[in-house]
C-alpha cells in the first residue's frame, strides 16, 4: 500500500466515524514563536484540548506535517527523519478510551488488515499523579489483542507531554511485530532491537501539567498520533523508509549521479532536502537565526554530503524536480512553489560553497599540521577561529573532526562562543552609548563610511568579510573586520577606490524599517544580530549595501569626500584593523 492510500484510508475511515477532517497546519506555527517547528498534530489543537471550542467540532481527524530536529545528527541511519508526516485523530471531550482504542484496533487490522497476532500494545503502570490503566488494558482484550500482547510500562514509556509543561496523559501505543528474532527471551516492546515498531500513540489527555505538578483538565480529550513514513514501509515489507517510494526515486538518482559510494550520504541529502522543500514551501527561509538556522542547517548539510559522494552540485536543480514531481500529490504546495524552492535552495548553495571552500582548506592545513606534531585534538579555539574568520559551521567542523578520527572539543568551542557573544554585547552597548553621546557631523560621516568599507572589503576580499568592531572620532574611523591574512598594497587600493567610486556617484542613503527576518532574508548585514528587537532600522544605500544600523547616516554618499584608508594591521587572531579618514 502506497504512504498516499494509507493517508486517505486514515482520513475516510475517521470520517465515516464522525469526525471532521481539518487540513495541516503550517510547519511554521502561526502566532507561537515559542517552537520552531510544528512538531506534533496536537500542537496547533492545544487550545482547543483545553476547552476552547473547536468550530470543527469535537472529533477532529488530519493529515500534519511535522519537523523534529532535535535527532538531526542521526539522519542517515536507517529510521531516523526530519520531516515526517503524522495522521491523526483527536476527542475534544467527546469519545474516550473504549472507543479510541476500538477504532484504532478496527483501522489497523480491517483498514490496514494487519494480522492481530502481530499487534503489542503497552499501556500505563500506574504511579503516584495517575493510576495503572487497567480502562485501556481492558478495552484492548474486548477488541481482540492477546493478554500476552500487552505489557505495562511506567511515565518513561507511557506518558507524553509536549515539552515540560502543558496537557498530557498516560497513553497507550500500539507496536508492530516485524518477525524478526527475538533478541533474547526477554524482547519486549520496549526493547529497541528492531523486532517491535510502534506505530500508533492515543494519548489520553485528561491531566494538565504546570511547575507545581498535575491537575485534572476540564474535559477528557484523545490525541493520536500515527507516523506515514514508518507505516508505509511496514506495510510494504521494507527495512527503511528510504526503500518506499517517498524516497525511492531521489535515492535511486543519486546512485546514479554519485561518484562515491555512501548510503549515509545519500539518506541525509534525500532526507534534508525533503524537509528542506517542505519548511521553504510553507514560508521558511534561510537565515542565521532560530527556524533559519535550522532550514540554513539543513540545506548545508546536505550541500555537504552531495559534495562528499561528489555528485555535481548542479544537479541540484535536476534533484529537486524530481523530488517535487515524486511528492506532488501527497503536497500540492510543493509543485506551486516549484520556482521559490529552487531559487532558495540554490542561493544558499551558492552562498555556501564560498564558505565551505575557504572553510575546508583552512581546516586540512590545521589538521594536517596537528598531525605532524603527533595530536589528535581538534581544540576548540580552532573551531571557533574556522566559525569565526570564515563563517564555517562548528557541525561541520565536527563532522570532518570525525571524518579525519580525530577528537574535538565542542565544550572548549561553546564557552568561547559564549565568552565571544557576551564581549561583542558589552561592546555593543557601549559603542551604542558613545555613538548616542555625541554625534557631529564628521562621526556621521564617518558611520557612513564604515558601511561603504565594509561592502567594499566584501567584494575586493570576499564574503567571509564580516565587521568584527568599529570605532569613530571627529578624526578617524578604525573598522576591524574578519580575513584571515594582510591585505597587499592592490587589495588595499581597490578597497580606498571602491569606497571613492561610491561617493562620487552620490547614491542617496535611505532608512528603513523592517521586520528582522525579513532584514536577514534580504541579506542585511549585522553584527549583533541577537540583540536587536523584531523591526529594526536598516541603512540602505543604494544597491552597495543594507545594513542593520541605530545610526546617524548622512543622506546621499557624495557629502562624504574623499576616503583614504591610512593603516591597515592585525588586530586579533583571524581579524584585521583599518584605520581611515575623510580628507
Ligand atoms: N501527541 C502524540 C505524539 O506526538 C500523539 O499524537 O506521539
Given at each position: 500500500m502506497k504512504a498516499i492510500e494509507i493517508r486517505n484510508k486514515y482520513l475516510n475511515f475517521f470520517k465515516a466515524h464522525g469526525h471532521s477532517v481539518i487540513p495541516s497546519a503550517p510547519l511554521i506555527p502561526e502566532n507561537d514563536p515559542s517552537v520552531l517547528f510544528t512538531t506534533a498534530g496536537m500542537q496547533p489543537l492545544v487550545p482547543y484540548l483545553l476547552g476552547q471550542p473547536h468550530p470543527a467540532g469535537k472529533r477532529l481527524t488530519d493529515y500534519q506535517k511535522c519537523v523534529r530536529t532535535n535527532d538531526i545528527d542521526e539522519v542517515g541511519d536507517n529510521r531516523h527523519l526530519t520531516y515526517f508526516e503524522m495522521l491523526g485523530n483527536w476527542s475534544l471531550g467527546d469519545y474516550f478510551k473504549e472507543e479510541s482504542i476500538q477504532m484504532s484496533f478496527d483501522f489497523l487490522t480491517k483498514e490496514l488488515g494487519i494480522p492481530v497476532e502481530k499487534l503489542s500494545v503497552t499501556v500505563f503502570a500506574g504511579d503516584k499523579d495517575c493510576p495503572r490503566d487497567e480502562v485501556a488494558a481492558t478495552c484492548w482484550k474486548k477488541a481482540g489483542?492477546?493478554?500476552?500482547h500487552i505489557y505495562y510500562y511506567g511515565k518513561d514509556d507511557n506518558w507524553w507531554i509536549?515539552?515540560?509543561?502543558?496537557p498530557c496523559g498516560p497513553d497507550t501505543e500500539m507496536f508492530y511485530d516485524t518477525g524478526k528474532p527475538a533478541c533474547s527471551p526477554n524482547c519486549q516492546p520496549s526493547c529497541d532491537c528492531g523486532k517491535y515498531v510502534e506505530i500508533w500513540n492515543n494519548v489520553f489527555m485528561e491531566y494538565y501539567k504546570d511547575e507545581k505538578g498535575y491537575s485534572k483538565l476540564k474535559q477528557q480529550n484523545v490525541d493520536t498520533g500515527l507516523g506515514l513514513e514508518r507505516m508505509t514501509m511496514l506495510l510494504q515489507g521494507k527495512?527503511?523508509?528510504?526503500?518506499?517510494e517517498l524516497f525511492k526515486p531521489v535515492m535511486e538518482k543519486l546512485t546514479e549521479l554519485q561518484k562515491v559510494d555512501k548510503i549515509e550520504s545519500r539518506r541525509i541529502i534525500a532526507e534534508h532536502l525533503r524537509s528542506s522543500m517542505m519548511i521553504i514551501a510553507d514560508g521558511g527561509r534561510p537565515s542565521n537565526l532560530d527556524r533559519g538556522y535550522v532550514l540554513r542547517r539543513l540545506i548545508r548539510r546536505m550541500i555537504r554530503h552531495m559534495n562528499k559522494i561528489q555528485i555535481d552540485l548542479n544537479e541540484l536543480s535536476t534533484i529537486i524536480d524530481l523530488n517535487v514531481d515524486n511528492l506532488k500529490d501527497l503536497y500540492p504546495e510543493l509543485d506551486k512553489n516549484r520556482e521559490t524552492i529552487k531559487t532558495v535552495l540554490i542561493e544558499e548553495k551558492d552562498k555556501f560553497v564560498k564558505t565551505l571552500a575557504n572553510g575546508e582548506k583552512e581546516f586540512n592545513k590545521e589538521v594536517a599540521k596537528l598531525k605532524q606534531q603527533g595530536k589528535s585534538i581538534v581544540d576548540g579555539k580552532m573551531v571557533f577561529r574556522l566559525y569565526d574568520t570564515y563563517g564555517f559551521p562548528p557541525e561541520v567542523t565536527k563532522e570532518l573532526a570525525v571524518e579525519n578520527e580525530m577528537e574535538i572539543s565542542m565544550e572548549e568551542f561553546d564557552k568561547l562562543f559564549k565568552e565571544h557573544q557576551e564581549k561583542s554585547r558589552a561592546g555593543a552597548t557601549q559603542k551604542f552609548k558613545g555613538g548616542l553621546a555625541s554625534t557631529g557631523e564628521m562621526e556621521t560621516k564617518y558611520h557612513t563610511a564604515t558601511h561603504l568599507l565594509n561592502a567594499a572589503l566584501k567584494q575586493v576580499l570576499g564574503s567571509h568579510v564580516h565587521q568584527r568592531g568599529s570605532n569613530i572620532t571627529e578624526e578617524r574611523m578604525r573598522f576591524d573586520f574578519s580575513h584571515p591574512s594582510k591585505m597587499t598594497e592592490e587589495e588595499k587600493k581597490q578597497t580606498e577606490d571602491l569606497v571613492n567610486q561610491w561617493i562620487q556617484a552620490g547614491i542617496p542613503v535611505e532608512k528603513l524599517e523592517m521586520k528582522k527576518e525579513e532584514a536577514i532574508e534580504q541579506g542585511a548585514e549585522a553584527m549583533f544580530i541577537e540583540k536587536y528587537g523584531d523591526i529594526v532600522t536598516v541603512y540602505k544605500i543604494g544597491d552597495i549595501s543594507l545594513e542593520l544600523c541605530g545610526g546617524p547616516h548622512v543622506s546621499n554618499t557624495k557629502e562624504l569626500g574623499h576616503f583614504k584608508i591610512k593603516k591597515e594591521e592585525a588586530s586579533s587572531s583571524g581579524v584585521r584593523r583599518i584605520k581611515a579618514i575623510l580628507e
Open positions: 489483542i492477546q493478554e500476552d509536549a515539552g515540560e509543561t502543558g527495512e527503511t523508509p528510504f526503500d518506499t
